[in-house]
Nanobody, 127 residues
Framework: QVQLVESGGGLIQAGGSMRLSCLAS????????MGWFRQAPGKEREFVAA????????FYADPVEGRFTISRDNSQNTAILQMDSLMPEDTAVYYC????????????????????WGQGSQVTVSS
């Protein structure tokens, strides 16, 4: 059973940068498609970014395109979300997710596409 543990959240001022890490265990990391979702208070959970198994393909939600960067280190079983130019509207609980199976591009933003998810990490951006 794959387990995902996020780290790196906290409180930061607008315009700052923050890095979230997701450590995976219990499976073969290089076989997992990795991603991030977030959920702000009172809002629905939304897709943030995803990365292919070898890191060659990355996909971002429009609100974070150009500000966030997803990466992975298969030797360390770790996925990273580097968040720059943070804005108060980025405040949310961020969830690391993983998928074993292949899926269509149309499914990449759908939570149920992913088989595993972490407990979430709170990111709060103050204005």
């Amino acid at each position: 059973q794959v387990q995902l543990v996020e780290s790196g959240g906290g409180l930061i001022q607008a315009g700052g940068s923050m890095r979230l890490s997701c450590l995976a265990s219990g499976g073969t990391f290089s076989q997992l498609i990795m991603g991030w979702f977030r959920q702000a208070p009172g809002k629905e959970r939304e897709f943030v970014a995803a990365i292919s198994r070898n890191g060659g393909f990355k996909f971002y939600a429009d609100p974070v395109e150009g500000r966030f960067t997803i990466s992975r280190d298969n030797s360390q079983n770790t996925a990273i979300l580097q968040m720059d130019s943070l804005m108060p509207e980025d405040t949310a609980v961020y969830y690391c997710v993983a998928a074993l199976r292949n899926f269509y591009d149309s499914e990449i933003k759908v939570w149920s596409t992913y088989d595993h998810w972490g407990q979430g990490s709170q990111v709060t951006v103050s204005s």
